[in-house]
């Protein structure tokens, strides 16, 4: 809901001229992605916490314990400490990035699919480590973490900070990478609905992102 709400609905609204958002509808859409994400914390920290944990047979063994060695607030200055040095490292190669890409004619799009591919490494590579250590629900928790904090959080900052500055943010995506979008959730539904998957799923998974890339030079 919250993509569809913020990359596919702007396309749509008849209130604006482009593919953006009136005051109001930033206030509903920002409000909305806090509380869902906020709702999710608290459902996979707190009475359902079980529906995040490993299935027993998928259990590694006695020398490993479920759950987060580290308490709440633990784990909260973690994050805050592994933010700050990101944020850094992404404004500090921003612009050799933008300078090699307009040195070789690259589409502008490059340059953010390469700071999100830096900032979403060390996601991407827990996942990888826990699906390939067969702990699917691991890795679902990971995606699921990262994905609901990208647009959970990073929605709502963007809208606020354009409001604050005046500035006109499109966040209607093209018909291209809309029917990507909606693609890839439904191979998503596919993937994670039965609770087991295969070489195949993260094949097709994986064409999807070719052929995305390929897109930004083509499409």
Do not use: W
Request: hydrophobic share 55%; glycine share 10%.
């Amino acid at each position: 809901p919250l993509a569809v709400f913020s990359l596919v609905l702007p396309d749509f609204t008849r209130s604006t001229g482009e593919p953006t958002l009136t005051g109001m509808q930033k206030v509903m859409v920002g409000v909305m992605a806090v509380c869902l994400y906020a709702v999710f914390l608290l459902i996979q920290t707190g009475r359902h916490r079980a529906f995040f944990s490993l299935p027993e047979t998928e259990d590694a063994g006695p020398h490993e314990e479920e759950g987060s060695p580290y308490p709440l607030y633990g784990s909260l200055l973690l994050l805050v400490g592994y933010i700050v040095p990101i944020i850094l490292l992404v404004e500090q190669l921003a612009k050799p990035v933008d300078y090699i890409i307009e040195t070789l004619d690259m589409p502008a799009a490059i340059g953010g699919v390469l700071m999100a591919i830096l900032v979403t490494a060390p996601e991407a590579l827990g996942g990888i480590r826990s699906a390939l250590a067969n702990r699917l629900q691991q890795s679902v928790n990971i995606f699921l973490g990262s994905v609901l904090a990208t647009i959970g959080l990073t929605v709502p900052i963007m809208l606020m900070v354009s409001s604050a500055l005046g500035l006109e943010l499109v966040l209607g995506l093209a018909g291209v990478d809309m029917v990507l979008l909606l693609l890839i959730f439904a191979v998503s539904i596919v993937t994670f609905s039965s609770g087991r998957t295969h070489v195949l799923q993260g094949a097709v998974h994986f064409l999807i992102f070719v052929a995305f890339l390929m897109l930004l030079y083509r499409g």
